[in-house]
């Protein structure tokens, strides 16, 4: 749902907030005053196209900012935890930002994370849907004529097995495919894949042998220095004349005298004592690292020889050397796969074979659950439009099986939207028949009909009433706010009967100070309400019987 509305210099708009809630809003004002600019701020921020021109004049750029609950939205919810996008300390919250400047470039920012307007536009389509005057945002895609379809049909698990089965078929060809470009290598590549595995294998380098090689080597070509100045610090430390050892043997006697004329030079003696245990100790040490040391020239070549083999097949491969047992493994696999590859083949070949099989049976079944949804919510959509001040108008979905497609995750149905408004004119697809406003209406009668399914939180409709009047606005209205008891709803309109159904009405008015432009808009109470459908209902002068039927229609809205 959305919560609130974030514009800065956007066309006349100069600094607007707004906050809306659950059920049906309606939105109105004078002709100008910029209700279309609101919808196009919302357009703006669930990343429809933008334009320069929209910056409102002698501005850098223009900020729009919409946040959204996700508790009504799990899908967006889900996307954005696919994306890595998901607000992890409001987890329930989602603001989209979209930042237009003079020049012409645009940023788009999800949780405050840049993305691009594709993706704004992803998420956006997850949480709102728009229809206006021109071509609906969403309705006249395919994909979302099927998922309105199937969110209207009670076949949830007949979608779920197809999708499943669809996803094993698309597996096993990926699987085949690999195995298909395994059996078809050269054999000369397959005879040097064994060579080199031979060579990995001969060279047989363990775990961690690399590092302990490293050491030996340090250890064994600096032996000489290890012995010769590892000797000299023992002797400087113990066994040498004036050696350390017996330089503090020789203070301990002289601060042992002392302590009888002053007890604190006993306090040093003991720690002196303690300093030649540690020496003691540290030379100890020393004799027995070595006594274990050598020259050993040969034990060196050997270790050189080890490293220089092991180096030698990495340059070979072009690795690191202490990647080379996994390019062994990785080899080892190859050839594998490469050997069995026929074999493999033909079993996976029957095994795609039968969930083909599996799947088509799937599809046909799904099918006959569309087409009964189909004709059933066609029925009801027709009746609703009809109700909407098109009398003569006609709904069909056509759902067109191909019993010969690949096996897709939706099924082998292709789900189409047909109308037609006029008598004698068979119904052809909506995206080249319907006008701006008979597919606003259209929209409105489709989401009534199927108004418990799945789809976006938030409807917008603008201007939906256009070229009706009267009862039938009344029914639009009603309609309207039905749709709101399953939906977040907000509508422009014009017209005084769809605007009293309204739960929440914001006001919009244009003023002009200091020789600008700059629109406004504010909630409206029940006086502000009956003084703003009086306006729309009358003309120059606003009579008290206006009034009077401003609020007949607010207290008819009202009754249950």
Known sequence: MLLGLSIKNLAIIDALDLEFGPGFTVLTGETGAGKSILIDAIGLAIGTRAEASLVRSGQERAEISAEFSLRDAPTARDWLQAQELLDTDSPDACVLRRVVYAEGRTRAFVNNAPVSAAALR???????????????????????????LDGYGDYAGDLGKVAELARQWQQLAAQIDKLGRAATRDPAQLDYLRHQIRELDALGLQPGELEQLDADHRRLANAGRLLEDGGRALELLYGGEASAYDQLSSASQLLGALSSVDAGFGDIEG??????????????ALQRLLDRLELDPDQLRQVEQRLSDIHDLARKHRLRADELPERAATLRTELEEAELAAGGADRLLAQQRDVEAQWRAAALKLSKQRHKAAAKL?????RGVRGLGMANAEFVIAVEHDAQCAPRVHGADEVRFDFSANPGQPPRPIAKVASGGELSRLSLAIQVAGRHAAGAATMIFDEVDAGIGGGVAEIVGQQLRALGADRQVLCVTHLAQVAAQGVAHHGIAKEVKAGKTFTRVRPLDDGDRVQELARMMGGVEITAQTQATARELLQRAAKP
């Not at 066609?378 to 027709?382: G, K, L, P, S």
């Open 378 to 382: 066609a029925e009801n959509v027709t």
């Open 271 to 284: 720690s002196v004592g303690n300093a030649q245990n540690q020496l003691r100790e540290s030379a100890q």
């Open 122 to 148: 992803d998420i956006g389509e997850t949480l709102i849907e728009v229809f206006g005057q021109n071509q609906s945002q969403t309705l006249v895609r395919a994909d979302t004529q099927r998922s309105l």
